[in-house]
């Protein structure tokens, strides 16, 4: 069955450090997401793509980027990890056309 | 620009009895609607969509949602709640402009037994 997944699940990082979270997608979409989740906020988009070679920036890219070299991946660097960032991670994929997205189980991130 | 407003934050409600958790939303286009549910430590899954057609759209598990144009509403409903619906509901609002889908803060729903 195609899938979306997310590594690693947890992560604990200190202040400074860079920091990728992967997502690898088999649905073939064209379309992949990452939100974070913090309380009182919902889910907030940090960037996004249509496609290889394609990046976005979303509401809250700032200190964050993606790259996109394949279909399958989206991983999500935090060049100089912050407290700020301490959250949970999600990345989602949609086909194109298709507003519909299926979302993988989360990265929960503490920076100290 | 897009946006969408959750009234409530958490609603409490006892099992077996209805229960109505409210989405408004803004767009000064034709949009699409969605219901997402996340269970404890899960990721999001898609419970409902309004896409065109029948405004009264209804998920597998007993929730339903009506679009309401003039109100600019999708409210999701449940006659009667069990303990697993204990989860928390994102209402979602997007349009045929782009494939990028803008989430509501969400509203926790608890199951009092």
């Known amino acids: 069955d195609a899938e979306i997944t997310q590594s690693p699940r947890h992560k604990i990082t200190e202040t400074g450090r860079q920091v990728t979270l992967a997502c690898h997608q088999t649905w073939n979409h064209n379309n992949m997401f990452w939100y974070r989740q913090d309380l009182g906020h919902g889910l907030r988009l940090i960037h996004y793509?249509?496609?290889?070679?394609?990046?976005n920036k979303g509401e809250v890219s700032d200190g964050y980027s993606v790259s996109r070299s394949n279909t399958e991946d989206l991983p999500l660097t935090l060049e100089s990890a912050a407290s700020s960032q301490t959250s949970v991670y999600f990345c989602a994929s949609s086909a194109a056309g298709n507003n519909e997205q299926f979302f993988g189980p989360g990265t929960r991130l503490t920076v100290l | 620009a897009q946006s969408v407003t959750q009234l409530d934050s958490q609603v409490p409600v006892f099992e077996e009895a209805p229960v109505e958790l409210r989405c408004n939303y803004s767009?000064?286009?034709?949009?699409?609607l969605f219901w997402y549910v996340q269970y404890p430590n899960q990721g999001l899954q898609l419970l409902l969509k309004?896409?065109?057609?029948?405004?009264l759209v209804e998920s597998i598990n007993g929730f339903e949602a009506e679009f309401n144009k003039s109100q600019t509403s999708f409210h999701l409903r449940k006659p009667s709640v069990h303990i697993s619906d204990t989860a928390e509901y994102f209402c979602a609002v997007s349009d045929d402009r782009d494939d990028k889908i803008i989430f509501g803060k969400g509203t926790r729903l608890h199951i009092l037994p």
């Open positions: 309004y896409l065109s057609g029948s405004t």
């Open positions: 767009s000064s286009v034709s949009v699409y």
């Open positions: 793509s249509y496609g290889v070679q394609d990046t």
